[in-house]
């Protein structure tokens, strides 16, 4: 008869570690889900700042290609100067970051976890538009300084009259 009352503690032993470990995992489930507004806000705000970095570093790039712009002809490089004198689209885009900043810290601790959601995505979105806008700027500016250094090249071995702007004969 000794192995009914053992029988009976274990069960009970048992019981009750299941009982703590349902605890346990309910625990660890609604930390999560409570966190997960925390997290959002987090993402949010590290988007934020992806994306001021990488408009700055685009404002950065569009700056050191008007160097290379600089050394093409006026009558050429006109367009290619209109293009990368886009300061006040840059201002624009770090004004639209500010103001996402300005909208998370006014409505942040209210918005539901959807809101953030929707407000990381499309703050993705552009920033990924203005990271291949970059690359693009990056390999047409490549281009643009092995064209150009090519053609002062070639202007060098020209002979002076007919040169370009040295009022050569006509």
């Not at 570690?17 to 999560?32: C, D, F, H, Q, T």
């Not at 889900?33 to 949010?44: D, H, I, K, M």
């Not at 990381?120 to 150009?148: C, H, K, P």
């Amino acid at each position: 008869m000794h192995g009914i009352p053992e029988r009976r503690v274990l069960l009970q032993i048992a019981v009750a570690i299941a009982v703590l470990l349902v605890i346990l995992v309910l625990g660890l489930l609604l930390r999560w889900w409570l966190g997960r507004r925390e997290r959002a806000l987090v993402r949010l705000l590290d988007g934020a700042d992806a994306l001021e970095e990488l408009l700055k570093q685009t404002r950065g790039r569009m700056a050191a290609l008007q160097h290379v712009v600089g050394r093409v002809p006026d009558d050429i490089g006109a367009v290619a100067r209109a293009s990368l004198d886009a300061e006040n689209q840059v201002q624009l885009a770090l004004r639209n970051v500010l103001e996402h900043r300005l909208w998370i810290a006014r409505h942040g601790d209210s918005a539901t976890h959807a809101q953030l959601d929707a407000a990381w995505e499309a703050m993705e979105r552009a920033r990924m538009n203005i990271a291949g806008q970059l690359e693009r700027l990056e390999r047409v500016g490549t281009d643009l300084a092995d064209v150009t250094q090519a053609a002062v090249e070639q202007a060098a071995r020209e002979p002076p009259a007919l040169r370009r702007g040295d009022g050569g004969a006509d």
